[in-house]
């Protein structure tokens, strides 16, 4: 069973710039979460897509937008980014169901200079 | 709006010693609580949730809902156990998405 895998690992931008991370599901997943976690914070939700569609979003500007693929791995674009953008970027996977569980990647770091 | 709270931002016990660490939460509906626990240079890994009602490596957790609380607990402390825990609750929102409101963390220090 593959796990959950983000790329890149690290990225730096500079402000007013877009940046495009990208995340490959779990196995079997079809479901996939995207969360901001800034330093010395718990992951926040930004929004999560199931069936190539948005399905719920967080208190995020439409700067934040996504894209699910038919193989189920997802985009998380940022446009127009702003210094307080610098976090590290988590994906989540889970199959539509609500007893299970979300299975997290390894993150991205965004630093924006 | 759900929220999580989580009032230590350091825990430090020895090794041996009884752990808990605290949570509480506030939302209107029904709660699907979780513990994540992130070890050092590993992804965040689920540790438990309330609906399993399982130990996992020694670790419970009982959903208080009187108290709005979820507090996770051990026996005894040992040193594999230094991380940083996050409590978590999940809801549904009307679109059917099930988004998780994570607290800011503890870190759990086990001193040998």
């Known amino acids: 069973e593959t796990g959950v895998t983000q790329s890149p690992t690290h990225l730096i931008k500079t402000r007013g710039q877009q940046v495009t991370l990208r995340c490959s599901s779990q196995?079997?997943?079809?479901?996939v979460s995207w969360y901001q976690q800034a330093l010395g914070q718990g992951p926040q939700f930004i929004f999560q897509y199931y069936r190539e569609e948005e399905n719920g979003r967080g208190n995020f500007p439409p700067r934040f937008s996504g894209l699910q693929f038919p193989n189920y791995s997802s985009e998380l674009n940022v446009n127009a980014l702003e210094l307080d953008d610098s976090a590290l970027y988590l994906c989540a996977s889970s199959r539509r169901d609500r007893t299970d569980t979300q299975y997290f990647g390894p993150g991205t770091r965004l630093t924006v200079l | 709006a759900q929220r999580v709270t989580q009032p230590e931002k350091l825990l430090s016990v020895f090794k041996g010693a009884p752990v808990e660490l605290k949570c509480n939460y506030s939302?209107?509906?029904?709660?699907?609580l979780f513990w994540y626990v992130q070890y050092s240079r590993q992804r965040l890994q689920l540790l438990l949730r309330h609906i399993s009602r399982e130990s996992i490596k020694g670790f419970t957790a009982d959903l208080n809902k009187g108290e709005t609380s979820f507090h996770l607990k051990k026996p005894f402390a040992q040193e594999e156990d230094s991380a940083m825990y996050y409590c978590?609750?999940?809801?549904?929102?009307?679109?059917?998405?099930?988004?998780?409101?994570f607290g800011k963390g503890t870190k759990l220090s086990v001193i040998p």
């Open positions: 939302y209107s509906g029904s709660p699907e």
């Open positions: 978590a609750l999940e809801r549904g929102s009307g679109a059917g998405s099930y988004q998780l409101t």
């Open positions: 196995s079997g997943h079809n479901t």
